[in-house]
């Protein structure tokens, strides 16, 4: 049953390798709290003193780790059906 072409199947495969490789990364150096990754924070307002302000940090860095993993498990999941397709659209491609 297959729903899509050999090339999309293909484009799709190769794009969530790549999406899943990068969010990986991403959410590795986001949970090391790696400090290029400081201007990416979701962190507004003032702030007292600087333990008010280094709690937000660590709380949007945890935050956006954690996005970054829920993204990857998505990429697994398109990565899962593109291979999918891509071996029923081989197989018809073979017996014909």
Do not use: H
Not at 65 to 92: D, E, H, P
Request: glycine share 6%; hydrophobic share 50%; aromatic share 18%.
């Amino acid at each position: 049953m297959a729903f899509c072409g050999y090339k999309l199947s293909l484009c799709v495969l190769i794009i969530s390798v790549w999406g899943l490789f990068q969010l990986l990364i991403m959410g590795v150096f986001f949970y090391t709290e790696n400090a290029s990754f400081l201007e990416d924070l979701p962190i507004d307002g003032t702030f007292e003193n600087t333990k008010n302000y280094m709690d937000l940090v660590r709380r949007g860095f945890k935050t956006n780790a954690f996005n970054c993993f829920i993204a990857a498990c998505l990429y697994i999941a398109t990565l899962g059906v593109s291979a999918w397709q891509f071996y029923l659209n081989q197989k018809t491609t073979y017996q014909v």
